[in-house]
C-alpha cells in the first residue's frame, strides 16, 4: 500500500522524534522499516528524520525544520500578470504562432505597434518582453493554445490529357535558392457537400521566401484559374520563374502549359497522391487559407467578392507579419530523425535579402510596409471573418427553411 504525500508526513514527524533520541543499532532498525513504509531513498530519509524539528539560528532568525512545510526559496516571480497579459495581446495578434517564430519578430512587432498608438506597457515589461525566450513564451501560453484544432479534405481530380509533356518535381528536386519558383493549388470550400459549384481559393507560395498569395474563383474551370494565376503573377514582388502544380485538370491543360512556354516559365508537377512533393503550399492551404475562413461552403457571388477583399488584408499580414522557419539541415541518427531550422523570418524579410530582387521592388515593398499598422490589418480580417460566417449561416438557415417547406408539401419526413 503506498501512503499519501500528507500521511508520510504524518509519519515521518512521528518517527523523527524516536530517531532523534534512538542509538545508533536503533536507527538502522528504524530506517529499514521508514523506508520500507514510505519508498524514500535511505540516505534521504536519514536527513529527513535527523533534521524534522531542529532549529538554525541565522542572522539573529531563528529558523525551524518541519517536514509539513514547504521551504520558501524567497525568489519573486520575473513574469507577472501585466507582462503576461501583454505577451498574450501581441501572441493573438500574430495569430497565435510558436514561441520560436514570435520571438525574433517581437522587437519589431511592438516597434509597429507603438508606432501607430496600439501597445503600451512600462519600461520594465517592455525590456522583459524583447527578452523572453521562445520556451518561456511556450510555457506562459500552453494554458491558452490548449482549445486550437482542423480537418482537410482532398478534392483534386486528375488531369491526364498532357501529363506526359510535363516533368515530375519532386520535394527531393526543389533546391531553388532564388525567389520566383512557386507552387500552386487549389483550396475547396464545399463545406462537406461535393455537389454543386463553389468557390476554390487559389494559393500560390514561393519555395524560397514562403511569399504567399491568395485568390479566391468561382470554380475549377481552368478559365478562372488560368485568370488568377496571370493576376498574383503581377502582385509577386518578384519575377515568376517556375509554376509547380499538382496533377489537377485545372492545372494540367493546353492554356497554362502554352503560357508557361511563351512566357519562358519552368511548369513542372508533383506526384500523383504525393502531398509532400507539393510541402510548402500544402501547409499554406492550412496556415494561411483554413485558419482563415475555415471549412464553411461559400458558393455565391457577394461571398467570393468578400473572400477576395478577406485576402486582399490576408497577404499584408501573412508576408509582412507571419515569420517562417525553414528547414536547413536533416541528418538521421539511427531511429531518431534531428532537424535544424533557420531564424524565424517573415516572407518580407526574405525578399529583401536576397540579391535577385531589384532594387525599385525592394523600394516598393519598403512603402507598403510602413503604411501597414498590424493591429488594424488584424481587426479587418476579424470583421471580414465574421461577415463570411454570418453570411454563410444565413445562407444555411434559408436552405433548411426551405427544405422543411418541400418537405411538408409532399410529406416527407
Known amino acids: ?34 523506508t520500507q513504509l514510505t519508498g524514500y531513498n535511505r540516505c534521504y530519509a536519514s536527513h529527513l528524520l535527523a533534521s524534522h524539528g531542529k532549529q538554525l539560528l541565522l542572522n539573529n532568525a531563528r ?3 518541519k517536514i509539513s512545510k514547504r521551504t520558501s526559496h524567497g525568489r519573486q516571480k520575473l513574469y507577472d500578470h501585466h507582462f503576461k497579459s501583454a505577451l498574450k495581446m501581441i501572441w493573438v495578434m500574430m495569430d497565435c504562432i510558436c514561441g520560436k517564430r514570435l520571438a525574433p519578430m517581437l522587437e519589431e512587432v511592438i516597434t509597429r505597434l507603438e508606432l501607430h498608438q496600439e501597445f503600451s506597457v512600462d519600461d520594465q515589461t517592455r525590456e522583459l518582453l524583447l527578452k523572453v525566450s521562445p520556451a518561456t513564451i511556450d510555457r506562459l501560453l500552453a494554458p491558452d493554445r ?13 488531369g491526364t490529357l498532357l501529363k506526359s509533356q510535363i516533368p515530375i518535381k519532386t520535394f527531393s528536386d526543389w533546391n531553388e535558392q532564388r525567389p520566383g519558383f512557386v507552387e500552386i493549388d487549389l483550396v475547396a470550400h464545399e463545406g462537406g457537400v461535393n455537389s ?6 487559389l494559393d500560390v507560395t514561393d519555395v524560397c521566401t514562403g511569399w504567399t498569395e491568395v485568390q479566391a474563383v468561382k ?3 481552368q478559365i478562372w484559374v488560368f485568370a488568377a494565376i496571370k493576376e498574383i503573377s503581377a502582385k509577386l514582388p518578384f519575377e515568376l520563374l517556375g509554376i509547380d502544380s499538382d496533377n489537377g485538370g485545372e492545372f494540367i491543360n493546353n492554356q497554362l502549359l502554352r503560357y508557361c512556354q511563351q512566357q519562358q ?5 508533383s506526384r500523383t497522391s504525393r502531398k509532400n512533393d507539393n510541402c510548402f503550399v500544402e501547409q499554406k492551404n492550412y496556415s494561411v487559407v483554413r485558419r482563415a475562413v475555415g471549412y464553411l461552403r461559400y458558393d455565391s457571388e457577394p461571398e467570393l467578392k468578400l473572400l477576395n477583399e478577406l485576402y486582399s488584408k490576408l497577404r499584408l499580414y501573412t508576408n509582412y507579419f507571419q515569420p517562417v522557419m525553414k528547414l536547413v539541415e536533416k541528418q538521421r541518427l539511427g531511429s531518431k530523425v534531428k532537424k535544424k531550422d ?5 516572407p518580407y524579410e526574405r525578399v529583401m535579402e536576397s540579391a535577385e530582387v531589384s532594387e525599385e521592388k525592394k523600394q516598393r515593398l519598403r512603402q507598403e510596409y510602413e503604411g501597414v499598422n498590424p493591429a488594424q490589418i488584424k481587426r479587418e480580417i476579424t470583421r471580414l ?4 460566417i454570418k453570411m454563410s449561416s444565413k445562407k444555411a438557415k434559408s436552405w433548411d427553411e426551405g427544405k422543411r417547406c418541400v418537405n411538408k408539401r409532399t410529406g416527407r419526413k
Open 1 to 34: 500500500m503506498r501512503l499519501t504525500l500528507k500521511e508520510k508526513r504524518a509519519v515521518t514527524g512521528v518517527v523523527a522524534v524516536r530517531y532523534q533520541k534512538a542509538t545508533k543499532k536503533e536507527k538502522q532498525a528504524m530506517l529499514d522499516e521508514f
Open 63 to 65: 529558523f525551524v525544520a
Open 146 to 158: 490548449k482549445s486550437l484544432n482542423g480537418i482537410a479534405t482532398a478534392r483534386t481530380r486528375p
Open 196 to 201: 454543386g459549384d463553389f468557390l476554390q481559393s
Open 219 to 221: 470554380n475549377k474551370a
Open 265 to 269: 516559365i519552368t511548369f513542372t508537377r
Open 342 to 346: 533557420d531564424r524565424a523570418r517573415t
Open 385 to 388: 471573418q465574421d461577415e463570411l
